[in-house]
């Protein structure tokens, strides 16, 4: 979308906002907009965030996994408010666990049949990077408990959960944001892919965890294979704005390969390689020409 500077009196240049984006914020003459420079970029949002607050109720009957879901789904979509209906007031507890996984969500009048999620936290594109660092770094956290773990040969970390889970936080919020903002361009989005590839990630890591900690011998070939695969995802995530993806490529190939034969020996722990190659594929997925728009 192009418009141009029309000139003004007194030097300045006037620029017109696109109708349907004033009507989506309700905006009239004289409101004012906040004004964001970012490198060569200017980004405009309206100053007054009460009008675009977002609220909905939700009817929880159990406080099973797809309630819970919906709540997640309604905080990534950028909604401010979530009101909660239920009969049973032990459901609270329940509740209140879910609020704990949304960044800057907090439970408020509370009482015997409803209560209301409401968000204390607005982010921006600015925050966007930061989280994005955060997802990683809980990722690598995830990578070296394993391996102490291994070296120590005692499984019983808790602690792994915790980074697991805030990856998944760190993701429901970059996706938030970019709902919220509406950064659907390609400075932004992909930090919205790759915050959902991060989180499976994350996961197919943790599923490692308890998968060795139930095992009593791992074979030194899959163990091998596990420190390649985290070679691998230092080499894609720390060089984005450096990344040789031909040779990248060949090495993902190469990866492929071995951990294929690896799955058909059957003295092989093939389920640690089957969540390595699954890694190694989620990587691969990115797309490196989109990250490319990334700053360092």
Known sequence: MKRKLIKQGGGGLTLYVPKKWVDFNNLNSGDELNIQEEDNKLILQTS?????K???VLHVETGNSNEISLIRSFYRAGYDEIIIKYQAPELLQKLQKAVDSLYGFEIFDISANS????????GDSSDIHSHFNRLI???NLIK????EDLRNKKFDSKQILEYKNNVFKQRDLISRIIHDQKLFGLDYFPYYLLAYNL???ARNYYFIYENISKKKVISKESLNYLEETNIFFDLFFKNIKTLNSLKLYKRYIQHIELGNKLINNKK???LIVSYCLFITQTINSCDVHILNH???
């Open 115 to 122: 209560c209301k999620m409401k968000s204390l936290y607005h």
């Open 294 to 296: 990334f700053n360092s």
């Open 199 to 201: 989180s499976t990630i």
């Open 54 to 56: 977002k609220s909905t």
């Open 268 to 270: 092989q722990s093939s």
């Open 48 to 52: 007054d965030f009460s009008k675009q």
């Open 137 to 139: 770094h809980s990722i």
């Open 144 to 147: 070296s408990t394993i391996k």
